[in-house]
Nanobody
Framework: QVQLVESGGGLVQAGGSLRLSCAAS????????MAWYRQAPGKQRELVAL???????NYADSVKGRFTISRDNAKKTMYLQMSSLKPEDTAVYYC????????????????WGQGTQVTVSS
């Protein structure tokens, strides 16, 4: 059974920094794209950043220059370094990963973490 567990959320003042982690566990053959999404109250879930297994990254315009996504493939862990945080970054942050459990799967399956709350006070 695959699990994605986020950690590192919390309360921070505007201008501060936080580092989120997402650790994958279980019987995993490989992990393709990993991504961070967020959902603020009353809003739809949105993509924050993604990273491929080849370390190609992409960011939402709203976080470019402030957030950095990275991953450690050996540890099956993804990170999101968030700096210059703004109150509008307040949301539940979710980890997402496309995972193959076996070599013969034709395509990876999508998995989600349970989410971690990030609150930025003004």
């Amino acid at each position: 059974q695959v699990q994605l567990v986020e950690s590192g959320g919390g309360l921070v003042q505007a201008g501060g920094s936080l580092r989120l982690s997402c650790a994958a566990s279980g019987s995993i053959f490989n992990i393709n794209v990993m991504a961070w999404y967020r959902q603020a109250p009353g809003k739809q879930r949105e993509l924050v950043a993604l990273i491929t297994d080849g370390a190609i990254t992409n960011y939402a315009d709203s976080v470019k220059g402030r957030f950095t996504i990275s991953r450690d493939n050996a540890k099956k862990t993804m990170y999101l370094q968030m700096s210059s945080l703004k109150p509008e970054d307040t949301a539940v942050y979710y980890c997402n990963a496309a995972i193959r459990l076996t070599w013969y799967e034709s395509s990876p399956k999508n998995y989600w973490g349970q989410g971690t709350q990030v609150t930025v006070s003004s």
